[in-house]
């Protein structure tokens, strides 16, 4: 079955930057298009970032634009959230989710807290 | 960027009673592919979310068929006909019609 699994997470200072990875697997990677949404301590979700396939096509939510960067690498079914210029406003759970319908399948999460 | 608006903000519900959440986006959500990209998502406490409806009333796979989704353009609905226990958590619409994609506020359902 599908399964999603991130990794990176922790705690990181403002301004400094940190990258996340997410790991497919139970489905053909390389065939669907790949979401990052996230989840503040105690509020909604958010959605980041998307991907397509074939990492052509990548759109972010204006929170994030110009700071994150959505990759993949389909040969290592792996998708990556890069994460520059953290502030306290980034500190939450990151989820990466697969593609269609929708979004999917989640993984379980990974914690970033942004802290001096 | 579209917005969405869910309503209420949240529920109490009798086990066995039906319950329902509007969700309204502040523009059309047909895309030029003939679908409205309007989804449907649980988060039990302390799970991720889970997917229950795509293309506003599509069920996904594994998912009781006491959930519905209905609507058009810019209103939509999740019902669910008979509301049981494991139903608890907050339930979100998002859309994935426009970029940016968007989550509408959520809204918690508990049991009575």
């Known amino acids: 079955q599908v399964q999603l699994v991130e990794s990176g997470g922790g705690v990181v200072q403002p301004g400094r930057s940190l990258r996340l990875s997410c790991i497919g697997s139970g489905f053909t990677f390389s065939g669907f298009g790949m979401h990052w949404a996230r989840q503040a301590p105690g509020k909604g979700l958010e959605w980041v970032a998307v991907?397509?396939?074939?990492?052509?096509?990548?759109y972010y939510a204006d929170s994030v634009r110009g700071r994150f960067t959505v990759s993949r690498e389909n040969s290592w079914n792996t998708v990556y959230l890069q994460m520059n210029s953290l502030t306290f406003e980034d500190t939450a759970t990151y989820y990466c989710a697969k593609d269609l319908p929708a979004l999917a399948n989640w993984g379980q999460g990974t914690l970033v807290i942004v802290s001096s | 960027d579209t917005v969405m608006t869910q309503t209420p903000l949240s529920l109490s519900v009798t086990p066995g009673q039906p319950a329902s959440i509007s969700c309204k986006s502040s523009?059309?959500?047909?895309?030029?592919?003939?679908?409205?990209?309007l989804s449907w998502y649980l988060q039990k406490p302390g799970q991720s979310p889970q997917l229950l409806i795509y293309?506003?009333?599509k069920r996904f796979s594994g998912v009781p068929d006491r959930f519905s989704g209905s609507g058009s353009g810019t209103d939509f609905t999740l019902k669910i006909s008979r509301v049981e226990a494991e139903d608890v958590g907050v339930y979100y619409c998002m859309q994935t019609t426009q970029p940016p994609h968007t989550f509408g506020g959520g809204t918690k359902v508990e049991i009575k």
């Open positions: 293309e506003v009333s």
């Open positions: 991907i397509s396939h074939d990492g052509a096509i990548k």
């Open positions: 523009q059309s959500l047909l895309y030029s592919d003939g679908k409205t990209h």
